[in-house]
């Protein structure tokens, strides 16, 4: 049973905690915990200004974020970890070997897709991996309701 999810993506402020805050709305009601992390968190910052203006454009408000470096810990603790790219499957596992059976790509059942970075690029950017992230959510949460 999958009851702790952890979202990780670089600096945990504009890809993974949009995903968290998807994965929240989407799975509301299913008692499932959803953190995100980063594997080089900008450690206490908030969640990107253009990602957060993104959200609300699409009628989101999400939670306050604060980023967080991914640690051992976290990463034992979840059922579930979500990556945005192979690369940080990658680099999950050769921190935290041990939780290699438990993470995959957020864009696992959209063919592996890999979900690109928008920081520090402009609006277009920001929401073309929103799309992304929404869609691959949406697989996830499917899946992952139908398993409760």
Not at 48 to 72: M, V
């Amino acid at each position: 049973m999958i009851n702790r999810i952890l979202v990780v993506c670089t600096g945990n402020i504009c890809r993974s905690p949009t995903a968290a805050h998807l994965l929240r709305e989407a799975l509301l009601g299913c008692d499932i915990a959803i953190g995100s992390a980063g594997l080089g968190a900008l450690i206490g910052q908030p969640i990107d200004g253009a990602a957060l203006a993104t959200l609300e454009c699409h009628g989101h408000r999400p939670q306050l974020h604060r980023a967080r470096q991914l640690t051992a810990e976290l990463a034992q603790e979840a059922d579930l970890i979500l990556t945005m790219e192979q690369g940080q499957v990658q680099g999950v596992i050769q921190r935290i070997p041990e939780v290699r059976g438990k993470i995959f790509l957020l864009g696992k059942w959209q063919g592996e897709l890999e979900i690109p970075d928008p920081y520090r690029q402009g609006p277009e950017a920001f929401e073309h991996s929103y799309g992304l992230i929404e869609r691959a959510v949406a697989s996830w949460a499917g899946r992952l309701l139908l398993r409760r």
